[in-house]
Nanobody
Framework: QVQLVESGGGLVQPGGSLRLSCAAS????????MAWYRQAPGKERDLVAR???????NYADSVKDRFTISRDNAKNTVYLQMNNLKFEDTAVYYC???????????????WGQGTQVTVSS
């Protein structure tokens, strides 16, 4: 079975930094795109950043030049470095991965459980 396990959320002051991590557990995986989404209270879940297997990235306009997505394919892990955090970055952050699972030859999108990021003074 495949699971995405996130870590790194918390409470931070405006202008501060946090680093989120998301590791895919399980063996015999081929992981294509990995991404971070976020959902603020009363709002839809939106894409924050996405990274392809070979490292191509794209970002939401609201986080460009502040957030950096990266991945370690050997560890099946994706990261989100968040700098200069703002009040409006407060949300639950979800990891997402497009995974081909060799044992049952299935390919589907997986989601993490979410991690809370709160920016507050």
């Amino acid at each position: 079975q495949v699971q995405l396990v996130e870590s790194g959320g918390g409470l931070v002051q405006p202008g501060g930094s946090l680093r989120l991590s998301c590791a895919a557990s399980g063996s015999s995986l081929i992981i294509f795109n990995m991404a971070w989404y976020r959902q603020a209270p009363g709002k839809e879940r939106d894409l924050v950043a996405r990274i392809s297997y070979d490292g191509n990235t794209n970002y939401a306009d609201s986080v460009k030049d502040r957030f950096t997505i990266s991945r370690d394919n050997a560890k099946n892990t994706v990261y989100l470095q968040m700098n200069n955090l703002k009040f409006e970055d407060t949300a639950v952050y979800y990891c997402n991965a497009d995974i081909y699972y060799l044992p049952d030859t299935s390919r589907r999108s997986y989601w993490g459980q979410g991690t809370q990021v709160t920016v507050s003074s």
